[in-house]
């Protein structure tokens, strides 16, 4: 393009993005309502911050599009340079992810503080890779995914105070409460698709939210349960006592409060690697790939002879357990449950790490978990602008890979090999 | 007298109010390549889906080889030894063709895919040199022969094939029917194919029927439908043949 005629093109696209924003900003920022000391409302104009933001936002894409040309950001739905390098380096990169996960809490100064948040980032890691069963392989968009993880997070709390059940009898029973949710919410929606069976999960998710704070004689209602058994170590708990038959006396450690935070850690780093692991091998069996013909092509699937209802329901199912494994480690972890946990805005974000990340894939998910979770946790300093990179983050990454982080596919079998397929990234029509 | 693989009997069916079939009979003997032939919307696709269970038929019997499937489920009829190249061939596009053709396996009650695998690689070479490129890359030709091969991955008694000549070049829908001729003879694969191309349908098949507004007006042999003049009129436009 001549830049004669890209200069006014690009002050013309710039001036369009001003008075959009100008549109957005005047009413949220230059016009601000102050209550007064009489309780009245005053109404305090800003017009100079208004301003400002919509020149910034001129300036902003008027820089954007003489640097990148007439068309703005591109947006890639094929495999972009950097994706087919990340597919490379996915050989490597996953196994350097594992490894470095593995020896996190081993590294000199990484301390308490980076711990706690390597948990939350892979208990979104592992949440995000059991709705990727639902979502991402089968294609059944799921808005209420924090009802299992409810369901989980619940199960063990109650059955860990009133039967004194042990954490590691209460886990399997936890995810197979949530499996079982999973198929009841699955009978009614065997029949809907899209749009309708994402209202009728997020409903689900809310009734289950809403009978937890009502049904106070059983959950203790908005007050949740408190004082629930924090995990012990095969029956060793950890104390700061360390006397005889705690976890520090039995091995001769220093008796130290980190103990139990490195155990949490690779408790859920073990449940996260269970689910990929599990996921993996799934889609490489005849009901793996059902699930990925489900989303691709429901007719088709009929056609072919594959029993829909119960290739949906365990995804369903499956999805559901690994939610509930989840919740069973967030309510050791945190000894505490209420239903706040529980909001939609969890569903919402574990989803988002889903799409971002990339549907299906399950490498893509978790590094959009560290980057979603990781990211705004580190950029707590910036307090209420926290939300606003988090958005930004998003809107970016739909903007530049409107089909997720990785939005390519591997092919769960390749020519040639048959089953005895390797590693788990092997590239695109390579063997 | 052999019992037809294929039995449809006095069958009606409806989308809720709309009648699409009535009192459609007709009978596919073993190793026969039959045609159903008709203009648009005139029930021929509903007809195979009636056959494969969804919609379930009003009334009438439908016999598999002399046992009554009437009302099964799709998946467990499927699994009898039916399988379906549905209309638009609707193939899993992000899937690989390999994918694609195991995913045809499923029905599949012995284990082993693989000489199954073999047998759609000698009747459609081409799909062996596509077998790791994804499904939506391929032409519309050898889409069809994916999904004719997908359906043959199940080791079918019966094979439905639903408009396979469906935008593709003449050149391309020859090549395919060639390859069901083919596979009809060699191994004597029982066909019901539907088509809205008359003339070639009418030239391939043993048998052939008509249906008008959902019902059978016309049935004979390929070749006495072709000299029908009705038939020549409505379907193969006057002069070309």
């Not at chain 1, 200069?7 to 924003?21: F, M, R, T």
């Not at chain 1, 950001?73 to 340079?81: C, F, N, V």
């Not at chain 1, 012990?232 to 091995?251: N, R, Y």
């Not at chain 2, 080889?65 to 699994?79: K, N, P, Q, Y």
């Amino acid at each position: 393009m001549k830049p004669a005629s890209a200069l006014p093109a690009a002050l013309k696209d710039a001036l369009i993005a001003a008075a959009v924003s100008a549109a957005i900003f005047i009413p949220l920022v230059a016009l601000r309502t102050d209550v007064g000391p009489t309780g009245a409302l005053t109404l305090r104009t800003r017009w100079p911050e208004a301003a400002l933001l919509v020149g910034l936002v001129f300036l902003g894409r008027l820089a954007l599009v003489l640097w990148t040309g007439r068309r703005g950001l591109r947006a890639s739905t094929a495999p972009g340079p950097w994706t087919q390098r990340l597919q490379q380096a996915g050989r490597l990169a996953a196994p350097a992810f594992l490894a470095l996960a593995l020896v996190l809490p081993a590294i000199p100064g990484v301390d308490r503080y980076w711990l706690d948040l390597g948990i939350l980032v892979l208990t979104y890691v592992m949440l995000g890779w059991g709705l990727n069963i639902v979502v991402g392989l089968a294609g059944l968009l799921d808005l209420g995914y924090v009802a299992f993880y409810a369901v989980g997070a619940y199960s063990y709390a109650l059955l860990a105070q009133e039967f004194g059940l042990s954490f590691w009898v209460c886990l399997p029973l936890a995810g197979l409460f949530a499996a079982f949710w999973g198929v009841l919410l699955g009978f009614p929606v065997l029949r809907l698709r899209g749009d309708y069976l994402a209202i009728v999960t997020l409903a689900f998710g809310e009734i289950i939210r809403v009978v937890l704070i009502n049904w106070v004689s059983l959950t203790g209602g908005p007050n949740g349960i408190s004082g629930i058994p924090r995990p012990s170590f095969f029956g060793l708990p950890f104390s700061m006592a360390g006397g005889e038959g705690t976890f520090a006396g039995f091995f001769g450690l220093e008796p130290s409060p980190s103990h139990r935070v490195i155990f949490l850690y690779y408790l859920i780093l073990g449940l996260a690697l269970l689910t990929n692991w599990v996921t993996i091998r799934l889609r490489r069996q005849p009901l793996g790939r059902a699930w990925e013909a489900l989303r691709e092509d429901e007719i088709a699937c009929r056609a072919l002879g594959i029993n829909v209802t119960t290739t949906k329901l365990s995804a369903f199912a499956l999805g559901a357990m690994f939610g509930g494994f989840a919740g069973a480690f967030f309510a050791t972890r945190q000894a505490f449950v209420s239903p706040e946990s529980f909001t939609f805005i969890e569903s919402a974000i574990i989803l988002a790490i889903v799409v971002l990340g990339g549907l299906g894939s399950q490498i893509g998910v978790a590094v959009a978990a560290l980057v979603l979770i990781g990211g705004t946790e580190v950029f707590r300093d910036l307090q209420e602008w926290r939300m606003l990179v988090f958005g930004g983050a998003m809107v970016l990454i739909m903007v530049l890979r409107p089909r997720g982080l990785v939005g390519t596919r591997t092919p769960s079998i390749a020519l040639g090999k048959k089953r005895a397929i390797g590693g788990d990234l092997v590239g695109e029509g390579r063997g | 007298m052999t019992t037809p693989l294929l039995e449809v009997d006095c069958v009606s069916a409806s989308y809720g109010a709309v009648q699409a079939l009535s009192d459609v009979s007709l009978q596919v003997m073993p190793g026969e390549i039959v045609t159903l032939i008709g203009a648009n919307g005139a029930g021929k696709s509903t007809l195979l889906m009636t056959i494969c269970g969804a919609p379930k038929p009003r009334a009438g019997r439908i016999l598999l080889g002399g046992e009554a499937i009437t009302g099964e489920a799709t998946h467990l009829i499927m699994r009898r030894g039916v399988a379906q190249s549905p209309e638009g061939r609707r193939i899993f596009p992000r899937m690989s063709v390999q994918e694609n053709l195991l995913m045809g396996a499923q029905a599949l009650t012995t284990g082993d895919p693989t000489p199954q695998l073999e047998q759609v690689f000698t009747l459609f070479p081409r799909l062996k040199e596509r077998l790791a490129q994804r499904g939506g890359t391929l032409s519309g030709g050898e889409q069809q022969m994916l999904a004719i091969g997908r359906a043959l991955m199940s080791k079918p008694r019966l094979l439905l094939l639903d408009e396979p000549s469906l935008g593709l070049a003449p050149l391309v829908v020859r090549q395919i029917f060639g390859a069901i001729r083919q596979l009809n003879e060699t191994t004597g694969l029982t066909v019901l194919l539907v088509e809205q191309n008359a003339n070639q349908a009418l030239r391939l098949a043993h048998r052939g029927y008509v249906l008008v507004n959902g019902r059978i007006t016309m049935a004979g042999t390929g070749a006495e439908l072709l000299a029908r003049p009705e038939i020549r009129d409505a379907y193969l436009g006057s002069g070309h043949g």
